[in-house]
């Protein structure tokens, strides 16, 4: 028989405690300070905004229908989201619709902040009848024109509004400082249930339907049926610059824009400022932002705002009607005819390519010379 050992095997010495108490001891001032060095680093934001965003249906008549569309709060667009560049955005954000929904910050760049980026079933569930969920970020080093949308099916074709982030204060735009400033969205509308139409083309395997109208602020305006008071409008006083902060929230459809017999600078695009440039006209893709000046310097008259379409594309079908919307002086007749706003054929890549061509960044950039010289060889 072999003799019984001192000790159990068992049962832990003291010393394993003592390891094992240390061990425990280390990982957690560990954790400690990998907790305070993130804290360290968090992008707080100069000052916090808050927002209160409720889905909600809204019953809505244009084009002659009334239907129920999704909002927030009751509005399409929706409410603007106003801040400062390094500014914190806390939006609460509760769905009293009986869809599921989420929103898309487009544009804002999420440093540590990934998690309210918005796309559905990539950063987030979507947030379900009844429930609510709050969005933080801050604006880091950003400052311009942004917008923000639904993500989750096509309900963002009405769930969309703009993102105006300022410049700090005392810090001056880039530019001449506007009289006054104006948003314009740009947008499609549809006689249809957006869910239903998105499920509709995924099923089919071929592209969407053309919009039943495109509107400018949500509205579609005169060349459409039962839109003849269903216009938007910005009232200018002559000699005055304004500054318009465009945005195309469209589904699917690029988009010209162009203000009769006015010159249109652009100063600012996706957000970014850039080399003045002036223009006829302009296009915006999907999700596109741009900022332009305009100088009220022609006759007191009404002058038509037009979005048309911008299709490269051949044999798809697609909106033709031109949404118009006023830039009315003050001073004209209240109900002047207004100057048409000749839009490009709707395939007129060149002068697609003479707006994309034009825009240069504001500041040099810093190539390295023989990466042009490597670069030029490959194209020889």
């Known amino acids: 028989m072999q003799p019984t050992p001192p000790f159990s095997l068992s049962v832990p010495s003291k010393m394993t405690k003592v390891v094992t108490t240390l061990n425990y001891l280390w990982l957690s001032l560990l954790l400690y300070a990998l907790n305070m060095h993130v804290m360290a680093f968090w992008p707080g934001g100069r000052s916090t905004r808050f927002y209160d965003f409720k889905v909600q249906t809204m019953r809505t008549t244009k084009l002659c229908n009334t239907q129920d569309i999704v909002t927030i709060n009751g509005m399409y667009p929706g409410p603007v989201v106003y801040a400062q560049e390094d500014d914190r955005v806390i939006v609460r954000l509760t769905n009293e619709s009986p869809y599921n929904a989420t929103i898309h910050w487009h544009g804002v760049r999420q440093r540590l902040s990934c998690w309210s980026d918005g796309p559905s079933y990539i950063t987030q569930c979507p947030v379900q009848p009844g429930q609510t969920f709050t969005y933080e970020f801050t604006l880091i080093q950003q400052k311009g024109t942004l917008f923000w949308h639904a993500h989750i099916s096509w309900i963002r074709g009405t769930v969309h509004g703009a993102i105006v982030i300022y410049p700090k204060t005392g810090v001056p735009y880039p530019f001449q400082y506007p009289y006054e400033e ?4 740009l947008g499609e509308y549809w ?6 139409l998105e499920q509709a083309v995924l099923a089919s395997g071929g592209g969407p339907p053309p919009a039943n109208a495109f509107t400018i602020n949500g509205h579609p305006g005169p060349n459409y049926n ?5 216009v938007y409008k910005i009232d200018v006083v002559p000699g005055k610059t304004y500054l318009l902060r465009l945005i195309n ?11 009769a017999n006015h010159k ?15 223009t006829d006209r302009v296009m915006l893709g999907p999700g596109q932002t741009l900022n332009v000046l305009v100088t009220a310097n ?3 008259g009404r002058y038509s705002m037009a979005m048309g379409p911008y299709m490269s594309a051949r044999n798809v079908p697609f909106q033709n009607i031109t949404s118009i919307a006023y830039f009315q002086y003050l001073g004209a007749m209240p109900n002047s005819i ?3 706003a000749p839009l490009p054929v709707f395939n007129d890549n060149l002068a697609v390519k003479t707006v994309m061509d034009g825009l240069k960044s504001l500041n040099p950039a810093q190539i390295p010379k023989r990466l042009i010289k490597t670069f030029s060889s490959l194209l020889v």
């Open 182 to 185: 104006h948003i314009i969205i």
């Open 191 to 196: 006689l249809r249930d957006l869910r239903q």
């Open 226 to 230: 039962c839109s003849n008071n269903d």
């Open 249 to 259: 929230a469209g589904l699917n459809m690029e988009s010209f824009f162009a203000i």
């Open 264 to 278: 249109l600078t652009i100063v600012e695009a996706d957000a970014e400022y850039i080399k003045p440039f002036t």
């Open 298 to 300: 022609q006759p007191i």
């Open 338 to 340: 207004a100057l048409p």
